[in-house]
């Protein structure tokens, strides 16, 4: 009987090239899936049209940012971490695995963000304040969740979450936990 060797460790990945250049040469070369995905998702993804998808470098990594606008209900109690679980679960959630279906293969990137514009129904934008939410999800965490090994609260805990620019820790069910008028 043969004896099984250990695994030998794994190479730690290349470190990334960040730079401004690196990131417009990858805008360039994925521009045609990036248009095919805005063309055909933005119905369900409601993208930002002034706002096209880039790539942003956040902590050393590189990632594909997507500014989408989400429309909540209107709630004068709702905290900013209630507002961030709703936009992750009505809108962010939704768009993870058909997104995630225009990068099947490795690319040169580290994983996908979302930007959600936060806006209350029934506010007049001109009165309200805005809320922006930006999740940055990791490649490995997107897949776990697109092949139901993951919940949603294990990929936004594997992820960052950002709340106006404040990174903040988000637990879905404390944060819509006690409301009912979803």
Do not use: W
């Not at 998808?53 to 909540?72: C, H, K, Q, W």
Request: net charge negative; with cysteine; glycine share 6%.
């Amino acid at each position: 009987m043969r004896a099984l060797k250990p695994a030998k460790p794994a190479d730690p990945p290349p470190v990334r090239d960040t730079s401004p250049q690196a990131l417009s040469v990858l805008q360039s070369e994925l521009k045609p899936i990036l248009d095919s995905m805005v063309k055909e998702l933005d119905p369900q993804a409601h993208f930002v049209s002034s706002a096209a998808p880039n790539f942003v470098a956040f902590r050393g990594d590189t990632y594909l940012e997507l500014s989408i606008d989400t429309t909540l209900p209107e709630s004068q109690t709702a905290s900013r971490y209630r507002l961030a679980a709703l936009a992750f679960d009505d809108d962010v959630a939704h768009l993870l695995r058909p997104v995630l279906g225009y990068f099947k293969s490795e690319f040169q990137f580290d994983g996908i963000g979302f930007s959600a514009n936060l806006h209350l129904a029934g506010k007049v934008a001109a009165g309200q304040s805005s809320k922006a939410v930006e999740f940055f999800f990791p490649f490995y965490a997107l897949r776990c969740y697109a092949r139901y090994d993951c919940t949603g609260q294990q990929l936004i805990d594997a992820g960052t979450v950002l709340i106006n620019g404040e990174r903040v820790s988000l637990d879905l069910q404390i944060a819509e936990g006690g409301f009912s008028n979803r």
